[in-house]
Each structure stands twice: as structure tokens, then as C-alpha cells.
């Protein structure tokens, strides 16, 4: 069978890559999502609670300040080992207030369900929903729900948002990273990313793994408890892993980050997938780990508290912020040499040979 | 983790650094030929750890760098016809022919998939026979043995609706047109483990004697790369162009004789252009004719194919090891991972984008 074609537009041949179009790499968390924000957003919407650009916005109230965060979930498969979609939602809005220093208050839910979706499904991520609500010690207080034509959705978007309430003292902001201050890592990487890509249709490989998927508030409460001003900056390194994390605190700050490779825990599961799959840990997505950069003199206090909470027992610290090449993450590496770790650029392929 | 840690261990690692410091006392110029060697050089700094006595030059072996644009084009009009599904590996997608690339096909209703094997696109075909499925198959010797048996599968089960679009180059005439070249500088390869793998090294032997050159079948850890550099200053040195096999642990002389009559039964050797470089006679794989009924270019009527037009891009004189990434007066400024001008920027196992990611100044 021969079919002709419809020419292609071929009048410069020079390659070229047009832009008009919003990619899966806009929402990746790379440089695209970073180009989507401060070219389109942040000029439409400039505000001087928006424009730190942190997890979630500080709401001074004169007697309280509040943090108030939202995010989107749109998880492929919706059931992993370890979480589901409805876990992920609680946990992420919660993180995101925690990543700010604030305890949780309440959330909101808003689902867009697709038309045909059984209703066991949604009774099981709901579920899901309460019981981390619960672990996560907040209450989901308002909601919404919308239904799209069959084929105009993929099952269950959920939207999250939340508020919660910042302790005096706590003073955490990206750019609050300073020049000597020590970076802490709460575990070890990558985990929830290879997990999800482990399930992921067309590339299923079996593994035990399961997603660290886990509410951050109380980790962060203990550490607030332990030392509240040391704490500079927090940042859960979701979408674009660690590298994307400390590449947004360096440009933030306009301070140098370096880590050390060899002291960055990657499980050996993980690291075999990685390893197989052409992807470097450094930019996989995690959930329920965290990094902090904190004040040299309580580093140690801080590092010790994290590994006696149960979210934290690997915790370790892998850096510093330094005054030398500023506005940029130096890494380490494991034989010894130094490189440059540079914001993830559209998403992470698995390599062709 | 076992296998791994072994070969990025920074005690071995520095007892070669000391053997190549020890030994380089003249200037040598190696190519290592594979894309995923460069990312290892870069990602950990080795050429930093090196002798200014030896310079490290990018090879030709990246498979989406080298791939034409006018297959690229071909690709993109395929994905655009309605009831195709085009698929093919993550990087593909992003390389820009001469108007678009294949994500944003997708990204405009385009049905393009990718796959992470070209048995995700035998099971796309048997899943829904009023679907056509074409599988843009690109790549070395590496990848060509599991197309040769999927497309096997696909004549034993009789499928009508799948078909391949074949992009594959050999990497032996791509080092004799290297050292061809009136301005070749490179003086010792580091050959690519992998296809050493399945091809063995036999046809190594035959380019290392006619040029007088070392060739070192290398590896891809840290470890691999300055343990194939200090074996090929040795050879250098003594003045042998033989082939020595680093990457002893995954090769043989003879390779994987299996994959290699897989490749053998179902593709011939052919003339192909190389993006960036040119035509390079014999380099090339193309369907037997048994099994042109599974070749897309002639299952479907494609657009005749444009040349490549001089932009300030140097993809063909980096890719040669002619010249490097940051020569180029596009790199890291009009050329950049989010708007490419050539293919290098795009793959992960390109070399403008390993300089982009891990040598830019700090």
C-alpha cells in the first residue's frame, strides 16, 4: 500500500526548533518550566509575594504568618508501589507549606475526573487521601469536582492546595542561602522516580522498590524545634531531582553550591535502573526527602536531629554554599575530578545504546 | 553497587592518572567514538585529570547526531499522517529536521510515541491492526541486532502494519573516514565498547594495521576511559597500530556471533550519509530485499529529502574531532539544549550538549 504525503514545509532547511507549543518538558520542572514562569507568568501576575519564587507564598497577617502553596497532580500510573495519586496530593501541598517552615493547617482537593472512571477507583484514592491526611496531621477542608468528556482526561487530575501556619523565628527563604552555610540532605535519592518509572507502560522492569513518598511537616517541626533561625533554606527536590533544587538556591541566593558525589546516598535498586536507563539520580524526582541549608554552627545539631526522626535517619551532608563560582552547583566527582551540575534541560531520555 | 563502584574508584583511578602522567611525554591526540565515553569524560572531569600532552577529541558515535535530516524529515511526515503511530528511543524525538522535530508533532496531535524498545512497536501493531505502525530504527551495531529480530518476528506473524524507517551507520568506515579527512589529527581511537560487544573487534584489526594507528576497545566507567587512554599512550609510544581490548569484561575478538547473523540475515550493507559529515560509502544498513515489504520508504510515499544548508552550526568538523564544542560561535548562545542548531545539542550522547551540561565555566 502506498499513500502520498502532504509535503512538508521545507523552504529553510536550516533546522530550527519552534517554540509556540507547550511541550511535556514545560511541565517537567528543567529549564522550560523555569523559561514558562518567568517569561509568562511572572510578568503577568508580578507581585512581591510571588516573585521570591519559593514553594509557597508568605502571607504576613501582622500577629501570624502564613504560608499558602497549591500543586497539581497528574501521576501516571495512578497506583505505584508505595502511593498512589491520592497520597501524592496530600503530600505534596504538605511539603510544599513544610519546605516554607510552616505546620500544616488544611487543604483544599479539587478533582477533574474523566467521564467512565469507576467509582471504586476514585473510592480508593479518596481513601488514600484521608489516610495521608491523617499521617500528615491536616485536615482537607473544602473541595471541588469536575468531570470532562471521556477521552478529554486521563482518569484523575487532582489539584491541592494549602495554608499553614509559620513559627516566629523561622526565616526561610532561597535567598537566604549565605556564603559558609552547610547543605543537609535527608536521605537517600531518586527513589520515588525510578519507582513510578519502574511501572511506567512500555518499560515495566521488576524491582522492590517503593516510593519514599512521605509528608515532610513533622521532620521540618523537629528541625524548627531544634535550631529555628539556622534554618536558611528548605526545598523538597521533586520534579528535576537535587541538581534542579540546589541549581535554583544557587541562582536565587547568587552563592556557590558544592556537593560532594560520594556523599549523596543512591540505593543500589535505584542506582541499577539508573544506571541501565542512561539517568542520572541527581535530576530523578523524589518525594519525602528534603534539603537544608543551615547555619555552619548548628549544622551538627540540625544533622543530628534529622537522623534521630524516622523521616531522616540517613540524612547527611553533602555540601556547602561558597563565595567562588556564584550562581552555579560544582559537584565533586566520585574519582575525584569537578564538574559543573547544571539545571536539568527538557525531560531525562532513557539513552539508544 | 557491584560492577560499577569498582570501576569508579578513586584509588584505581589515580594510579592511572599516574601511569599516564608518567608515560605522555609526547603529545598524542585520541578520539574516543562513542557518545556515551565523551558524557563519562565530561561528567567526571577526566580530561582535567589528564597530561597537557593529551588532547581528547569527540568522535562520530553519537546515532541521533549523525542521523540525516532528511530522514528526519521523513519521520515527520509520517508521524503527521493520520492512522500512523510513529515511534521511536526518547533522544530521537528531539532532533530537529529542517522545519520541526517529532515532539512537536506530538505536541500538535501528531501520534508519536516513545518506546524503549523496538518490541514496544511489534506489540503496538498486534494490539490494533488498522493502526500503521513505523519504527524510526537508529543507532550502531548496538542497536541493530534487536531491530533484525523484531522485524524477523514481524514477517513470522505476518503483520502488515508495521514498518521500519532505517537509519543505521557502522562505526569501522566512519573511523576510516576520520582518518581519511586532509585534516585528520586524531592519532590512537578508543572504540566503543559496546558495539565491540556484539560486533567483536576482527574489523578494528584490519583499520589499525592499514593507518598504523592504536585502537583500544574501551569501556564507559571513569575507570574504563584512562585505563584505554594509558593502554593506547603505551601503543603509541611503542609505535604499534594493533588493537588492544580494554573492555575484556563485555569483549571478544568474535563478538556476538548470534546478533551479528540476526543483522546479517535481514540487513545489507549500503552507501549512507552521515548529518554533518556526508556520504560515507558502504557505512550504512538498508533492508534486504526479502523484506522491503517492511521498509516505510517504500511502504509509504515520502517527501523527497533536503539537504542540509551551511548554518554557523559545526556539527560535521566536531563530530570529526576537527573541532570542539565551544569553537563554535552558535554554542551556548543561539545553540543551546532548548533551541539546538545541530543534533549534537540535542542527544544525550552528543558532545555539544555533554560541554553544555558539564563544561560550561563555574
Redesign the interface.
Known sequence: ??????????A????????A?????HGGGG??TH?LVDELFLPAFANPLLTPLHDGAVLDLGSARLAFSTDSFVVKPLFFPGGDIGSLAVYGTVNDLAMCGARPLALSAGYILEEGLGLETLTRVVASMAAAARRAGVAIVTGDTKVVDRGKGDQIFINTAGVGLIPPQVEIAPRRATVGDVILLSGDIARHGVTILSQRE??AFETTLESDAAPLADLVATLVATEPSALHVLRDPTRGGVATALCEIAAAAQVGVQIDERAVVVR?PV??AC?ML?LDPLYVANEGKLLAVVARDAADRLLEAMRKHPDGAEAARIGEIVA??RG?V?MN????????V?MM??E?????? | ?KY?DEF???DL??GLVDRIRRAATRPLTLMEV?G?QTHTI?????Q??LPETIELLHGPGC??CVTP?ALI?HA???A??PGVCLTS??????V??????L??VK??GGDVR????PL?ALRLATEDPKRQVVFFA???E??APSIAAVIERAAALGLGNISFLTAHVLVPPALGAVLDAADNRVQAFLAPG??CTVMGYRQYEALASRYRVPIVVTGFE??DLLQGIANGVDLFNAGRGVVDNQYSRSVSRDGNVAAQRAVDRVFEVCDREWRGIGMIPMSGLALRPAYHAFDAG??????PG????K?D?IAGEVLRGVRKPHDCAAFGARC????????PMV???GVC?AY???????
Not at chain 1, 566527582?333 to 559543573?340: E, F, Y
Not at chain 2, 528511543?89 to 528531539?94: H, I, K, S, T, V
Not at chain 2, 533536503?306 to 544548508?309: I, K, L, M, N, P
Open positions: 500500500m502506498s499513500r502520498p504525503l502532504s509535503p512538508t514545509v521545507a529553510c532547511p536550516v533546522p530550527s526548533t519552534p517554540t507549543t507547550v511541550l511535556l518538558a529549564r522550560l523559561k512500555g518499560l543500589d542506582r541499577g544506571e542512561g567562588e563560582h552555579k560544582v566527582s566520585q574519582i575525584g575530578a569537578r564538574r559543573v547544571e534541560s527538557g531525562q531520555l532513557p539513552r539508544i545504546c | 553497587m560499577v569508579r574508584g578513586t583511578a589515580q562513542c556515551g565530561l561528567k567526571y572531569g577526566i582535567a585529570l546515532p541521533v535530516v524529515d515527520v511526515a509520517l503527521r499522517e528511543f526518547g533522544d530521537m524525538l528531539r530537529p529536521g529542517s522545519a520541526t522535530d515532539l512537536h505536541a500538535r516513545m518506546v524503549y524498545s514496544d537508529v543507532g550502531f548496538t542497536t559496546h558495539v571513569p575507570v517504500r511502504r509509504f510515499a515520502l517527501p533536503v539537504t542540509e544548508t548554518n552550526c543551546t539544549p532548548e533551541r539546538p542548531q545541530g543534533a542527544s544525550a550522547e550538549a553544555f551540561q558539564y563544561r560550561r565555566t563555574a
